[in-house]
């Protein structure tokens, strides 16, 4: 289904129930480069037990892709799925982000910690500390988007997919890496990309690191062992939330529901467990 926010047009996929309300509420962002159909193998393992939803964030996958820049903002992603949540009247959901999502959703948590009753953080990060870090990671984005700009969409998602932090995708069946190279390319634009590393890119968000103390509905912190950057972040990240657990899958890289389904759905149910 679509909704209309502001003259832009925003996918959400939603297995909501009216006859099952009582049903726990999870919510999932997606990362850079993704979709709500990131999501599909998870939602497939968790369909019978929970109400999910999923969006395409503004810029990516079957929402539009404004070449307004407002619509990229922290301001307005967070406002956007408060918005979500009200015109479907979603009380008491996990809000769960994956990478770039993982930062909306603490974006959102620090703002609107009522309206969510835990949090899910897969590979994300509060931000960058320093103003120097910041300025670095906007010159490393400023020249992703020229790339962007003078290459094709497969020609860039080739080389993303070939950094460090996704080496471990190697290890995927052939077929899954294809597909996921083909779901990226289908589902977004140079706009899109270009847009969202201009205004949500990590060099551009607000550092969260100490907010943190602050923060105090229950969350699971999720990294993969073969993710180095990330474990160390969220092992940080762990001692400065009042209420949260890090938990480590083991031969796993960065995208872990990508990379291990069965064994990121598996810890998800554990911690709603200890949320009754």
């Known amino acids: ?136 990671r906007r010159k490393y984005d400023a020249d992703l988007i020229s790339f962007i700009k003078n290459n094709t969409l497969i020609d860039f998602f080739t080389f993303w997919q070939n950094q460090p932090l996704f080496a471990s995708q190697k290890n995927l069946p052939q077929k899954k890496q294809i597909s996921t190279l083909k779901k990226k390319t289908r589902s977004n634009s140079k706009t899109g990309l270009s847009n969202s590393l201009r205004c949500f890119g990590q060099g551009e968000m ?7 103390p602050e923060i105090k509905i229950p969350t699971l912190l999720l990294s993969g062992s073969l993710d180095a950057k990330y474990t160390a972040i969220q092992n940080e990240m762990e001692t400065l939330f009042p209420n949260s657990i890090h938990k480590i899958i083991e031969d796993a890289g960065h995208n872990l529901h990508l990379e291990k389904p069965k064994v990121f759905v598996n810890l998800i149910r554990e911690f709603l467990q200890t949320l009754k």
């Open 206 to 212: 607000k550092n969260l690191w100490c907010a943190l």
């Open 1 to 136: 289904m679509f909704l209309t926010f502001k003259d832009i047009s925003v996918f959400v996929k939603k297995n909501f129930r009216r006859s099952n309300p009582g049903k726990p509420g999870i919510f999932f962002l997606h990362g850079f480069g993704g979709s709500s159909g990131d999501w599909e193998e998870i939602i497939s393992l968790l369909d019978s037990d929970f109400q999910l939803i999923a969006i395409d964030l503004p810029g990516f996958g079957k929402s539009s892709k404004p070449d307004n820049t407002k619509f990229y903002q922290t301001k307005f992603l967070v406002q956007l799925i408060s918005d979500i949540s009200c015109r479907l009247k979603l009380t008491g959901v996990v809000l769960t982000g994956y990478s770039m999502g993982g930062r909306l959703a603490l974006q959102f948590a620090n703002k609107y910690p009522g309206k969510i009753k835990a949090l899910i953080l897969e590979s994300s990060s509060p931000g960058l500390k320093t103003k120097l870090e910041q300025k670095v």
